[in-house]
């Protein structure tokens, strides 16, 4: 299959943070399992939700009640209730969500699920952001809630292709993003929450820059709106399909809930990297200082 639809989902967050963890979640769940039958209707073959898609950006404060919206990574209640919706649909989707393992270590977690149901694993993200948003007492307090990924960067072999994830913060290290290249991906996906005044700047320049120095298409996805009672800033969507040339396949509004689609090409892939050959011309060999030890 050379041509390949890829459906981005970016949504607004509905309900106040002071509410209890499971109306969030079951809103949320309700709301995207609705916009993933939009994506399929529109002839999506594998779709994105955003960073930790079934709840607020609850990293905008510290409070253990947030810890309640953390579930286990394949055998948790939603991850199974997507693989169902992806089997019905016959759809891959890549599922954000916050992981429980054992008793109480958490971490930021996608999983990935294939076209006939099946969970193929998982990523963790690598790089956990831990600052202030400015003068409201909100931030990115992203330590509190998730250790750092410890499965490194898998590529996940989808019925449609091959697949890795990157998430939100992740994407200011170019590290990882050559190492997912490296394990043959095709397509990257970012789920983000990210808000105006902060990397805004930033957004529409690195991750066309890792799809072009990796040859691969980067899918970015962050939520829209400002989300009570933190306020700490606009979620301003803008989601997004990037090709191999860094060119924007398809973009997504700023301010609303939206299904981006989009097409890669794998014959546009095979073309830029046999033009450019940058992998081979890597110098591995001379690359020891970037690993610090």
């Not at 398809?250 to 033009?275: N, P, Q, T, W």
Request: hydrophobic share 40%; proline share 5%.
């Amino acid at each position: 299959m050379d041509t390949v639809r890829i459906g981005l989902i970016q949504a607004s967050h509905d309900l106040d943070g002071q509410e209890a963890v499971d109306k969030h979640k079951a809103s949320s769940v309700e709301k995207h399992i609705r916009l993933i039958r939009e994506a399929k209707q529109k002839g999506a073959q594998i779709v994105s939700l955003q960073e930790i898609f079934y709840g607020p950006y609850f990293c905008a404060e510290q409070t253990p009640k947030w810890y309640d919206a953390a579930e286990e990574v394949p055998n948790g209640p939603t991850t199974k209730l997507f693989q169902d919706l992806a089997k019905e649909l016959g759809i891959v989707i890549i599922l954000p969500v916050y992981e429980r393992e054992g008793i109480a270590t958490y971490y930021n977690t996608a999983a990935v699920i294939d076209a006939d149901g099946s969970f193929l694993g998982k990523y963790r993200k690598h790089h956990i952001p831990h600052v202030g948003a400015g003068d409201k007492g909100c931030g990115f307090w992203e330590k509190y809630y998730f250790k750092p990924g410890n499965l490194g960067y898998p590529v996940f072999d989808t019925a449609f292709a091959k697949v890795g994830v990157y998430i939100c913060y992740d994407r200011h290290f170019p590290e990882g993003a050559r190492v997912l290249g490296l394990n043959g991906a095709e397509i990257v996906f970012n789920p983000s929450a990210t808000v105006a005044g902060t990397s805004e700047y930033l957004w529409k320049l690195e991750q066309p820059a890792h799809a072009v120095a990796n040859g691969y298409y980067i899918a970015a996805i962050n939520r829209v709106g400002v989300e009570a009672p933190w306020n700490m800033g606009e979620f301003y969507g803008q989601s997004y399909l990037a090709d191999p040339r860094g060119s924007m396949v398809a973009i997504g509004s700023r301010d609303k809930d939206e299904v981006v689609i989009g097409d890669m090409s794998k014959a546009l892939i095979r073309e830029v990297r046999e033009s450019w050959q940058f992998y081979r011309d890597r110098r591995p060999e001379t690359y020891e200082a970037l690993t610090g030890l």
